[in-house]
């Protein structure tokens, strides 16, 4: 019963943790703002059935159905919590945000299409959603950018895309180009 227990908590600290990283699910198309069955209620759920459930197999002597049962109230107030934590708090702060849609495209790579020039804007063309797109560009430090260069948007201000050459971010966060 301890291996079932400590594997339930640390499989909730790992949902817990992937959902941080994730985030939480927005779902606008259907009229709901957020699915309440997510990744942080099933973390939750998990890490504390993990939680009681352990102490209880080690410490107590108690039947396994007991302590399976204990350990799934303690689950199910686990689940009922985090979901009022995020229906009364994530949700309406969430809402309340305002995006910024200058950066919605900020790490979005591109090519450019026509040459960019110190004062110059160029063209790049990138892929969004299923659909081609074409925009005027220019660099973030001035400097030319030749047709066929990879980029990355960093943002998006009066139909002009400000980017900077993909080598060069690659080469501040060490990849290989």
């Not at 107030?77 to 985090?82: L, Y």
Request: glycine content about 10%; proline content about 5%.
């Amino acid at each position: 019963m301890r291996i079932l227990f400590l594997a339930c908590f640390a499989l909730g600290l790992a949902v817990g943790v992937i959902s941080m990283i994730v985030g939480i699910d927005r779902d606008r198309r259907h009229g709901r703002w957020i699915k309440y069955l997510n990744l942080p209620t099933a973390g939750a759920v998990a890490a504390v059935f993990g939680v009681v459930g352990y102490p209880l197999a080690k410490y107590s002597h108690l039947g396994s159905w007991t302590m399976i049962g204990i350990a799934a109230a303690a689950a199910a107030a686990a689940a009922v919590g985090t979901v009022a934590l995020i229906a009364g708090w994530a949700v309406p702060a969430a809402e309340r945000e305002v995006e910024d849609e200058r950066y919605r495209l900020q790490g979005h790579p591109g090519r450019v299409s026509r040459a960019i020039q110190p004062g110059q804007p160029g063209e790049i063309t990138y892929d969004f959603e299923g659909q081609h797109h074409t925009v005027r560009a220019s660099g973030l430090d001035d400097s030319p950018i030749a047709v066929g260069a990879e980029v990355v948007i960093d943002r998006v201000e009066n139909g002009v895309a400000y980017v900077e050459l993909w080598s060069t971010i690659a080469q501040q966060l060490k990849l290989p180009t």
